[in-house]
T-cell receptor, first 112, second 115 residues
Framework: GQQLNQSPQSMFIQEGEDVSMNCTSS?????WLWYKQDPGEGPVLLIALYKAGELTSNGRLTAQFGITRKDSFLNISASIPSDVGIYFC????????????FGGGTRLMVKP | DTGVSQNPRHKITKRGQNVTFRCDPISEHNRLYWYRQTLGQGPEFLTYFQNEAQLEKSRLLSDRFSAERPKGSFSTLEIQRTEQGDSAMYLCASSPHGRGADTQYFGPGTRLTVL
């Protein structure tokens, strides 16, 4: 089946740093979504991407839909403590029952 | 506009018991999805409804699992004869018809612990 490889698996950040994470797949997706999940809660939608090459921002967050339709990137600028959490990418193929395929997540932690 | 709601938020049960979870989607969202998430993993698709019709089921959905959406609004997910391996977070999501149909909004989840 389809799989999404998300990297890095985890990273430490210091307040004010920029953060980058990405998702790659061997399959083509028509839609890419990025979510953030806090412990014990459901994923919260951050950014939705619908077209290859699309670059979309949401505040300090910027995400891009790769031109090959097999990858996507999420950048967080000037990180703050509340950015801590798990970030998931998810891809959707429209003719596959509308199911989202999720990456394994990137865990963001604050450097001690 | 209220988000997706799920009840209960937590459920602890003994192996062999039946459990039922409820999901109320965002008002007027005609598409509803169930996912399961185990610790340290991303959510995995279980099933999908468009209105009251169940259009897709994952191989993860064994015959002990059944989902319904009788009136095209709320949905229930029942697990019969629970096993310890069923312990997970069960997530519900909904999306609208037409423009934005690909964008799924998740509820807070129901965490199931099977003892």
């Amino acid at each position: 089946g389809q799989q999404l490889n998300q990297s890095p698996q985890s990273m430490f950040i210091q307040e004010g740093e920029d953060v980058s994470m990405n998702c790659t797949s061997s399959s083509i997706f028509n839609t890419w979504l990025w979510y953030k999940q806090d412990p014990g809660e459901g994923p919260v939608l951050l950014i939705a991407l619908y077209k290859a090459g699309e670059l979309t921002s949401n505040g300090r967050l910027t995400a891009q839909f790769g031109i090959t339709r097999k990858d996507s990137f999420l950048n967080i600028s000037a990180s703050i403590p509340s950015d801590v959490g798990i970030y998931f990418c998810a891809g959707l193929v429209n003719n596959a029952g509308n199911m989202l395929t999720f990456g394994g997540g990137t865990r963001l932690m604050v450097k001690p | 506009d209220t988000g997706v709601s799920q009840n209960p938020r937590h459920k602890i049960t003994k192996r062999g018991q039946n459990v039922t979870f409820r999901c109320d989607p965002i008002s007027e969202h005609n598409r509803l999805y169930w996912y399961r998430q185990t610790l340290g993993q991303g959510p995995e698709f279980l099933t999908y409804f468009q209105n009251e019709a169940q259009l897709e089921k994952s191989r993860l959905l064994s015959d002990r699992f059944s989902a319904e959406r009788p009136k095209g609004s709320f949905s229930t997910l029942e697990i019969q004869r629970t096993e310890q391996g069923d312990s997970a977070m069960y997530l519900c999501a909904s999306s609208p018809h037409g423009r934005g149909a690909d964008t799924q909004y998740f509820g807070p989840g129901t965490r199931l612990t099977v003892l």
